[in-house]
């Protein structure tokens, strides 16, 4: 089965645009959760969404949003670019059968570089 | 809120037993968990623990949790160059609560 794809894989931005990443999970899973991984920071927890609402939202600015489909596709979208903003951001699907236990399966990443 | 620390760095002999270690803030953690990352790939779940366990073994995986020091290690024995990768303990309070990761731990194999 197909695993989760994250398109497009690498990104080139200038400061102050505007970008969209999108992420398709495992047919059937309902949770997508969405990460920016830095040498610095790590990883860090962006948003979650589940039937389409978000679930759960990590410590980000407002210029980071995000959305879900009722196909269970998600976006993210970050306004405003900065150059902090260069990253790996990794998507995650997981079934979510309400047990901790599910397994999230993660995308390969969008690499995103602002210059 | 919950912070999970980690070792950054681990070096170890093809063959010998590596031990990767992490400390937790929030003892109401109920799952944890240890991911793999491979060079240019996402993470990939190796094992997870309930809070209510002590040792889950899982083939050359052994998961360690003591929760009174909220101390979790994870043992790979008879390490493997394959095995070389950053490894991510991570923890979650309820199965809707979201995941939060360590810093991750870089193991190098050396043949």
């Known amino acids: 089965k197909a695993g989760v794809t994250q398109t497009p894989r690498y990104l080139i931005k200038t400061r102050g645009q505007q970008v969209t990443l999108s992420c398709s999970p495992i047919s059937g899973h309902r949770s997508v959760s969405w990460y920016q991984q830095t040498p610095g920071q790590g990883l860090q927890f962006l948003f979650e969404y589940f039937s389409e609402t978000q679930r759960n939202k990590g410590n980000f600015p407002g210029r980071f949003s995000g959305r879900q489909f009722s196909n269970s596709r998600s976006e993210m979208n970050v306004s405003t670019l900065e150059l902090g903003d260069s990253a790996l951001y990794l998507c995650?699907?997981?079934?979510?059968?309400?047990?901790?236990?599910?397994?999230?399966?993660f995308g390969q990443g969008t690499r995103l570089t602002v210059v | 809120g919950e912070d999970v620390e980690q070792s950054l760095f681990l070096s170890v002999r093809e063959g010998d037993s590596s031990v990767i270690n992490c400390t937790y803030t929030d003892s109401s953690s109920t799952y944890l968990y240890w991911y793999k990352q491979e060079p240019g790939a996402g993470l990939q779940l190796l094992t997870y623990?309930?809070?209510?366990?002590d040792m889950k073994q899982d083939q050359r995986l052994t998961v360690l949790l003591n929760k009174k020091d909220k101390h979790l290690s994870l043992r790979i024995a008879d390490t493997q160059t394959g095995d070389s990768a950053i490894y991510f303990c991570a923890g979650r309070k309820t199965s809707y609560d979201k995941v939060i990761f360590g810093p991750g731990t870089s193991l190098s194999v050396i043949p």
């Open positions: 623990i309930f809070s209510n366990m």
């Open positions: 995650a699907s997981s079934l979510d059968r309400g047990r901790g236990d599910t397994e999230a399966f």
